[in-house]
C-alpha cells in the first residue's frame, strides 16, 4: 500500500507518543509502512527519516513529550530546503505524511504539498487550545491535570497561612487554559485576554469576603495579559498586598503544564486523531487538518484552520461573566 511517515513540529505535547504508538499499528493494519521523522522539519530536510517497528513504540504510550522530539526549523521556509526534504521523502518512497503541530507547521506543509504533492494530515497539537476550526487539541487535557493538581497543592498550602496565590497559566493570546482551570478549581480571579475585568470590582467583593471570614485567595492569570504594559502576575501580586492587605506568592507553572503522564482522554483522541488522519490519507484528503468539532471528527482546509483566529467558546465566556467579570460575590445572609 505504500509508505507513511509521521513527525512532530512546534511546542511538544503530552499525548504525542501515544498517537506515534497508535500511527505504527495502524499503519500496519491498513498494509502501510510506518516511518518515524526524527526533529520535525529539520529532520526531514537531514534525512532523519527511519522505519518504525512495534519495537519503538513499546512501552512509550505512559511517556509525555515525544520520542521523536520536535523543532522549529527555519530553514524549512527556504524552498531549496524544502526541495532537499522532498528528496530525501522520495528516496525513502514515502508520499504521505501525518504531522503534529499548529498553524506555522500546517502552513508549511500545505506549502510543501503544493510544490511536490506529498500529500499530508495535520493533527491539532497545543496546550494552548488555540487553532481556529478544532475545539480540541492533543495535549490540552493533561495540561489543565497538571494545573489542577498544583493549584489544589496550592490551596492546601494556602489555607494555613493569611495569603493570595496569584498562578499564571499558559496562554500568550488565549485564555483557555486559565479560565477552564479557574472554573474548575474553584479559583477566586481570573484574568485572560478575552474577559474584561474591574479590579475595583474584585476590591469590592474581597473586603466583603474578608469580614465574612475569607482567609486566602487564589487568582488565575494567563500569562499573555497585562496591566498597563506590565504582566498582570507582577501587578496582581502587588495589588494583593497593597490594596486587599494580604501577602501574595506567584507560581508560574510554565514549562510543567507541557509535560507528564499523558491522561486517559488525551490518550484516546491521539488513537481518533491518528486513526482519521490515516483514513483520510488513504481516501480522498490529500491536504487537510483534522478537527474535532461539536464531538466529530471532519477534514478541514488550512485555509479553513489558518486563515482566521481561534475564538474563544462564547457559550464557555457567558458562563464565566458573573464570576470573573461582574464579579457577582455571592456571600451568606
Ligand atoms: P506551530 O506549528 O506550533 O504553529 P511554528 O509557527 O513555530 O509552530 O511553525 C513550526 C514550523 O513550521 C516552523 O519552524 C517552520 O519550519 C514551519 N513553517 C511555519 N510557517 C511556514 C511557512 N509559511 N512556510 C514554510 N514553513 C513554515
Not at 70 to 83: I, W
Not at 93 to 99: A, H, M, N, P, R
Not at 189 to 194: S, W
Request: hydrophobic share 35%; charged share 25%.
Amino acid at each position: 500500500m505504500g509508505n507513511i511517515a509521521i513527525l512532530c513540529s512546534g511546542g511538544d505535547v503530552s499525548g504525542m507518543n501515544p498517537a506515534l504508538k497508535r500511527f505504527v499499528e495502524y499503519s500496519f493494519e491498513k498494509g502501510l509502512t510506518p516511518y518515524f521523522v526524527y526533529h520535525g522539519y529539520e529532520g526531514l530536510i537531514d534525512d532523519k527519516i527511519v522505519p518504525a517497528g512495534f519495537k519503538d513504540v513499546s512501552g512509550i504510550i505512559t511517556r509525555g513529550g515525544t520520542k521523536l522530539g520536535s523543532a522549529r526549523s527555519k530553514r524549512f521556509m527556504e524552498p531549496e530546503y524544502r526541495r532537499q526534504a522532498y528528496e530525501n521523502l522520495k528516496k525513502h518512497g514515502i508520499d504521505k505524511l501525518v504531522v503534529l503541530g499548529g498553524d506555522g507547521s500546517f502552513r508549511g506543509m500545505d506549502k510543501f504539498y503544493h510544490e511536490t504533492g506529498i500529500q499530508f494530515c495535520g493533527i491539532p497539537s497545543t496546550i494552548d487550545n488555540d487553532i481556529n476550526g478544532t475545539d480540541y487539541c492533543l495535549g490540552v487535557d493533561t495540561a489543565l491535570n497538571i494545573i489542577k493538581h498544583s493549584v489544589d497543592a496550592i490551596r492546601d498550602t494556602a489555607g494555613a497561612f493569611r495569603r493570595a496565590f496569584v498562578i499564571e497559566t499558559m496562554g500568550r493570546d488565549c485564555g483557555y487554559l486559565a479560565l477552564v482551570s479557574a472554573m474548575t478549581s474553584g479559583a477566586e480571579m481570573c484574568l485572560i485576554p478575552e474577559l474584561e475585568y474591574d479590579l475595583e470590582r474584585y476590591s469590592d467583593c474581597y473586603r466583603k469576603q474578608i469580614a465574612a471570614g475569607r482567609d486566602y485567595f487564589i487568582a488565575i492569570i494567563a500569562e499573555g495579559v497585562k496591566i498597563n504594559g506590565v504582566k498582570a502576575t507582577d501587578v496582581i501580586v502587588d495589588w494583593f498586598e497593597k490594596e486587599i492587605g494580604f501577602e501574595s506568592r506567584a507560581t508560574v507553572l510554565g514549562h510543567t503544564q507541557r509535560g507528564g503522564n499523558p491522561t486517559v482522554y488525551d490518550r484516546l483522541m491521539a488513537y481518533k486523531f491518528v486513526t482519521y488522519a490515516i483514513d483520510g490519507l488513504l481516501s480522498e484528503h490529500t491536504h487537510s487538518v483534522i478537527c474535532y468539532t461539536k464531538s466529530h471528527f471532519t477534514y478541514k482546509s488550512i485555509d479553513e484552520v489558518t486563515g482566521s483566529r481561534y475564538q474563544l467558546d462564547p457559550a464557555l465566556l457567558d458562563l464565566a461573566r458573573s464570576e470573573y467579570q461582574q464579579v457577582l460575590c455571592p456571600l451568606p445572609l
